[in-house]
């Protein structure tokens, strides 16, 4: 990921360090960073939802922390296709399946 100017400030390196940890698949640093600021669970690189890319990456504790603190289960920004179908086409069966479970509450 590039690192967009807008998150040069004190709240965008907040919002970056989420993002990265979602990518990293850092639980911890992601779960000290959403009991701050639950609004960290619906964060977006361009247009792109953090969620994304825990599911991209096969991150599962993420991608349930992120849940449980609000994230959107099919939000997906402007990619095609949902996060469901991108997690089934990337072999992460539990990931899909949490996801239609959140989807369906």
Known sequence: MIKPPE????EGRVV?????ACD???V???RR??????????????????????VREGHLEVVQL??????????NGLH????IAMARDRGHAEIASILEDARDR
């Open 7 to 10: 998150l040069d400030s004190e």
């Open 16 to 20: 970056w360090n989420a993002l990265t």
């Open 24 to 26: 990293d698949g850092d």
């Open 28 to 30: 911890d640093a992601l």
């Open 33 to 54: 960073l959403v009991e701050r600021d639950p609004r960290l669970s619906r964060a977006e690189y361009w247009y792109t939802p953090a969620i994304h890319f825990a």
């Open 66 to 75: 992120l849940l449980d603190a609000g994230a959107d289960p099919e939000w």
């Open 80 to 83: 095609d296709g949902s996060l």
